[in-house]
């Protein structure tokens, strides 16, 4: 619902220069890398910690926006022709006009909240009502103060249902996100320990997620909390539906897992009525069980909800990046095709393609009633992202094919999936990164077969979604001013170095550091733009840190002449390098007595620019060794000032690791350096981040057997049974990087949730674990070595270090598969 910027201007604004009081606007924005439509968008320039969003104002008027809300300092002077809203506080004024758009429509919205479950909730809703209703829902999991107002922008007159989350993370914000999504049925899945810093009690942040339900019709939660229970008691007994035991509105009276379902049964309104969801887990039950009381409130048949349910999919599926045939990357989205999501995926896509041609596979739009209006904002999307290739299936698209062939001159219709797999092999795919997009009625999931790599069963997936909160996680301890670093030596510490760098770029790090040369040749072919550090130059491979702007370390005097002498040899001024400094790891560095020298060397020779001075500590996550920090720092600035004296210009100064970024906010100076803690491995183990595991290795169980008491499992009879056992043999070895030290009841692989130990030698290719003691174990059951899915304590009983060791250790051979969760 297109809106005047002069009616913006009336409902948001204190004062407002509008040098075009025609301008329409139809979109919001808060990221400049994120423009697809100038001319409809107005820019929110919102203030952080590390980002001031005016300062984006001068690159997006140059793209073409004219219209813009800043804070009342904002000079506007140089931006002629272009409309400024001017207010308090940008964010502020967000939220103000999505709860004006908000109010225009009287369709039931449900409101989420709740410490975990939210987006599946969501997801699991959409997948149950997109039959019955046009739904528009919460992108991802935007429930921030800024997700929600966005979120709730994407409102129009064709949706007959709204779903949104909310979360908060300190008192006084369920308020802004209420008067934004003002639902009608208010759902809280539960309250835990997430986000609970800033509360004084769980009791205080319970009545704080209550307040999103101020005049909702109906609330919808359970009666599994005793905590809950006495905070919602004070509602009108007409306004809730529990689920639950006792007098609950559900009350389940018998859930039974199987091997691949769960059956939950209950009584409703004094029916026996009952259900099958495809999973097991406690959390997946729980889930269902609150749609299901979503779906009896919306009076929905018991066959309907049934069958529905059964059909449940996994929300898991969304934005996965894997290699594919012919040196394709496929990114794999087939799970809803609607416009926002769409420009989300759109968003991944060029994010992750770089220098790399780009091909969409499209579905008809998975809304009920898509009109010709939204294919052309489709197309334009398609347009604005440089689409090079498009393949449309669906009859939709195929009745539209001359209006997107006009714009992209690759472009293919098929009437329906079975069509275009069988011209698969006449369409050449090579060298491109492919986005599978396509609504869920049209299973996609046979497309995503044709791509798949003949590659063995073993997988490292990478959650890019949770690397870029890692980021973010981190960022909160670092000064606005004081850049970030970000490693990505030995392969991402095995994640995988081109598509972490993409991602990395996207979020606007400030700089890369590899271990070796040929990483950085890789991701300046990859389309990596940003400055890039070399941490181990050869003299074999200078030629190529010229040819592909890499930034050599300078670690010793013999590095240092020989680069020089290779730059005056090229006759190249003015090369950028960087200095390390040992100050107590012994590794690599110049000494401290070597300052002078290296000071002189470097006035002498312009050939050479200092980028930057840097040190490592040795210690910085251990409070026992504070006092040898602070000695590493005082030797690392003394250095530093003496070369500054010498050179006669500044530089940028580091030392800060992982570890200090939060421990030593005081030595964070002009740079820090973020290594495995990006990754989700707390160092310090100190708890004070929530950092989330970004890998998970997977493997196959190949074979079962019975072995006796007495006899032996693997290499030179290690593997002695005691008892008669159940052998799983699973496809991963210590050519997958797989430690052979691993072996013989050291290591345990957890499947279904529970531990199993290494039996024997670790074998090459293969690894044998004991089993007997897990129920309905079969062959081609999923096996994790480590994972997102695994409790740290069940980690820690037998490697702490599990993760950093085996992930950084995972060979090339395995297959890597990312996504954004």
Known sequence: MPYSIKDISEVISVDAVIADPSSVIDHLLIDSRRLVFPATTLFFALKSSRRNGGTFIDELYKAGVKSFVVSKSFDHSKFSGANFLFVEDPLRALQQLAAFHRAQFQIPVIGITGSNGKTIVKEWLYQLLSEDYNIVRSPKSYNSQIGVPLSVWQMSESNTLAIFEAGISEPGEMEFLEKVIQPTIGILTNVGAAHSAGFSSKEEKVREKLKLFKNAYTIVSNNQDEVINSVIASKAKDKLFIWGDGDADLKITHVEKKQVESYIAAEHHGKSISISIPFTDNASVENAITCWSVLLYLQLGDEVISKRMQQLQSVEMRLQLKKAI????????????????????????????????????????????????????????????????????????????????????????????????????????????????????????????????????????????????????????????????????AFSYGSGSAEVASLLQFHKVDYLAVAYADEGVELRKSGIQMPIMVMNPENITFQWLVEYNLEPEMYSFTILKAFNDYLETEGLQQFPIHIKIDTGMHRLGFEADDIDEVAGLLKRNPRLVVKSVFSHLVASESAEHDHFTEHQVALFLHACDKIKSSIGYSFIRHISNSAAIFRHPQFQFEMVRLGIGMYGVDSSAANVLSLQPVATLRSTIAQIRKVLKGETVGYSRKGLVNRDSLIATIRIGYADGFNRKLGDGVGHVFIKGRMAPVVGSICMDMTMIDVTNIEGVAEGDVVEIFGANLRVEQVAKWCETIPYEIMTSVSQRVKREYYEE
């Open 326 to 489: 012919n040196n394709c990357t496929l990114i794999n989205d087939s799970y809803s095709n609607d416009l926002s999501s769409l420009r989300m995926a759109l968003d991944f896509l060029h994010q992750q393609a770089g220098n790399q041609s780009t091909t969409i596979i499209l579905s008809d739009l998975g809304e009920t009633s898509s009109s010709d209006e939204q294919y052309h904002k489709v197309l334009q999307a398609l347009v604005q992202h440089k689409v090079d290739k498009f393949i449309g299936i669906g009859p939709r698209l195929v009745a539209l094919q001359s209006l997107f062939k006009s714009e992209i001159a690759g472009s293919f219709f098929y009437n329906s999936v079975e069509a275009f797999t069988n011209h698969f092999v006449n369409i050449r795919f090579r060298d491109e990164v492919i986005l599978l997009k396509g609504a869920r009625s049209f299973e996609f999931e046979q497309i995503n077969l044709l791509f798949e790599q003949k590659v063995h069963q073993t997988v490292l997936e990478v959650n890019l979604a949770a690397m870029a909160h890692n980021l973010k996680e981190y960022q909160r301890y670092v000064q606005p001013d004081t850049k970030v670093m970000a490693m990505v030596k």
